[in-house]
């Protein structure tokens, strides 16, 4: 059975930083490909970032480019999210996802385990 669980959410002031964690079990971790994406309220879910099975491929979407940096240890079968410059327009529920593949993509259909989301608040 796989699992995905999201850690590391909070609130935080405009400004700051959080990690969010994901700690996989269940499936072979180092041959997925594993995202982070994120939902507001009454908005569809959108990709943030994904890396590849190695961890030498990044992908981001241009609304966290040089703030966000995604980072895995598959010693662990850990995916983190390291969010820098936090924005108040950040504020959402974010999830994990793994992607039976090794490498990344931006389509949420491309992956098929999901975590059930840590909340991430940004006040102003």
């Known amino acids: 059975q796989v699992q995905l669980v999201e850690s590391g959410g909070g609130l935080v002031q405009a400004g700051g930083s959080l990690r969010l964690s994901c700690a996989a079990s269940?499936?072979?971790?180092?041959?997925?490909?594993m995202g982070w994406f994120r939902q507001a309220p009454g908005k569809e879910r959108e990709f943030v970032t994904a890396i590849s099975w190695s961890g030498r491929t990044t992908e981001y979407a241009d609304s966290v480019k040089g703030r966000f940096t995604i980072s895995r240890d598959n010693a662990e079968n850990t995916v983190y999210l390291q969010m820098n410059s936090l924005k108040p327009e950040d504020t959402a529920v974010y999830y994990c996802?793994?992607?039976?593949?090794?490498?990344?993509?931006?389509?949420?259909?491309?992956?098929?385990?999901w975590g059930q989301g840590t909340q991430v608040t940004v006040s102003s």
């Open positions: 996802a793994a992607r039976g593949r090794t490498w990344t993509a931006r389509s949420p259909d491309e992956y098929g385990y």
């Open positions: 269940g499936l072979s971790f180092s041959n997925y490909a």
